[in-house]
């Protein structure tokens, strides 16, 4: 059983950053960031490898959203820039028992969430 506890989500303005983190509980190996927006589906913004050589990122969010990630400290880090208020989701960490997972079918483990909400 892996535990996943995410933070820094919180309310933004359009233009403004927040970063994410989530630290696990234990070793992980791939690592992915979802949100699911009020009505819509659980969508896979970003994704990262064990190693951190290989990275998704979704349409919406390429050139804004970085994700990188810390082996050491078993932490995932999304850093999110130039916020939208089309960002506005819950952003769920997620892991999976592979080296790397590039699509949302691929997850085993989930956090509890953290709201963001970004204002115009």
């Known amino acids: 059983q892996v535990h996943l506890t995410e933070s820094g989500g919180g309310l933004a303005q359009a233009g403004d950053s927040l970063r994410l983190s989530c630290a696990a509980s234990?070793?992980?190996?791939?690592m992915g960031w979802f949100r699911q927006a009020p009505g819509k589906e659980r969508e896979l913004v970003v994704a990262?490898?064990?190693?951190?050589?290989?990275?998704y990122y979704a349409h919406s969010v390429k050139g804004r959203f970085t994700i990188s990630r810390n082996n050491a400290i078993r932490t995932v880090y999304l850093q999110m820039n130039s916020l939208k208020p089309e960002d506005t989701a819950v952003y769920y960490c997620?892991?999976?028992?592979?080296?790397?997972?590039?699509?949302?079918?691929?997850?085993?483990?989930w956090g509890q969430g953290t709201q963001v909400t970004v204002s115009s």
């Open positions: 997620a892991t999976s028992f592979r080296m790397a997972a590039m699509t949302n079918g691929e997850y085993d483990y």
């Open positions: 234990n070793s992980v190996y791939a």
């Open positions: 990262i490898d064990y190693n951190g050589d290989s990275t």
